[in-house]
Every structure is written in C-alpha cells, then in structure tokens.
C-alpha cells in the first residue's frame, strides 16, 4: 500500500508565504513524476506544477504561478515540496500532489493523490 500525506496549508495574507510538502510512504521501487494540482469549488482540478524524475527534475508551471511558485523534490524522503510566494487571494483552493510511482520493480507506474490540504489567502 502507498499513503501520500501532506502538510503545510493555512491561512496567509496576499503577499505571503506557504510550503506545502507531500510525503509518499508505504510499498515504494521508484517514483516517477510528482505535482501538485488545485481545486476550488465548482470547478475542475487544475495543475499547478509538475516534476519529472531525475536528479535534474524538469518542471513546468501553470502561467498563473510562474515566477511565485516553485516546485522540487526530495528523492531520499520520496517528498515532493511546493514553495509558495507572493500569494494572492485566487490561489486559494484545496491543494493535491499527485504522485506516478511503481510498487514492484515489475509493476507500472500507477497514479496517487493525496488527501488535499487547504490554502486560504485572505486579509
């Protein structure tokens, strides 16, 4: 079994700061691309940015964050992170890490999300 647990949502004012982290634990061979994604009520989940594998990940980012947000990974502590500056109040939303990781050396690749953390930037 595989459990993704995040952390770091809350309350921030416009202009401040969150990190959220995601940390994948259980029956793990390898991970593959990580990212988080946002949902707001009403409306579909959207990504907000993604890394691939590798020890120079490469990451892409919706155009509404670039520049504020920035994602990275911690291939030790199988942990994706998501710093985010500069926020404003229509980055708030529930926010997901998605997690593509394989289980068994001869298993494929299968998609996990976590259980979401809130992000409210209001003043």
């Known amino acids: 079994q595989v459990q993704l647990v995040e952390s770091g949502g809350g309350l921030v004012q416009p202009g401040g700061s969150l990190r959220l982290s995601c940390a994948a634990s259980?029956?793990?061979?390898?991970?593959?691309?990580m990212g988080w994604y946002r949902q707001v009520p009403g409306k579909q989940r959207e990504l907000v940015a993604h890394?691939?594998?590798?020890?120079?990940?490469?990451?892409n980012y919706a155009d509404s964050v670039k520049g504020r947000f920035t994602i990275s990974r911690d291939n030790a502590k199988n942990t994706v992170y998501l710093q985010m500056n500069r926020l404003k109040p229509e980055d708030t939303a529930v926010y997901y890490c998605n997690v593509a990781l394989r289980s068994r050396s001869w298993a494929v690749d299968r998609i996990y999300w976590g259980q979401g953390t809130q992000v409210t930037v209001s003043s």
């Open positions: 259980g029956t793990i061979f390898s991970i593959n691309a």
């Open positions: 890394i691939t594998s590798g020890g120079n990940g490469n990451t």
